[in-house]
Nanobody
């Protein structure tokens, strides 16, 4: 069965770093775009980053593009999101999601995502 397990969240101080992981199973990783979303309390879910199917082209939201890196380990069927220089406004539940055959732009359309992880909480606080 298809499953996405997101992990790596935690409590960090401003300026700290985290590496989130999205471990997938039940499908071939590079046949899917893998996106990261986040949702803070009282706010709508927003796109953060994505790596496209096939060529692995990447997308970053303006809010994170200078301090984040999305990467894909095909052998481990896992996508990572490295977050650096974290800010309090980064506090949110982060979700990974998969879109079959999607490009990096898939993350801009959450309804296009076929599968979702359960989320991992990132808290940035001093």
């Amino acid at each position: 069965q298809v499953e996405l397990v997101d992990s790596g969240g935690g409590l960090v101080q401003p300026g700290g770093s985290l590496r989130l992981a999205c471990a997938t199973s039940g499908f071939t990783l590079d046949d899917y775009a893998i996106g990261w979303f986040r949702q803070a309390p009282g706010k709508e879910r927003e796109a953060v980053s994505c790596i496209g199917a096939g060529d692995g082209d990447t997308y970053y939201a303006d809010s994170v593009k200078d301090r984040s890196t999305i990467s894909r380990d095909i052998a481990k069927s896992t996508v990572y999101l490295q977050l650096n220089n974290l800010k309090p406004e980064d506090t949110a539940v982060y979700y990974c999601a998969a879109a079959r055959g999607g490009t990096k732009w898939s993350v801009l359309y959450y309804s296009a995502m076929d599968y979702w992880g359960k989320g991992t909480l990132v808290t940035v606080s001093s």
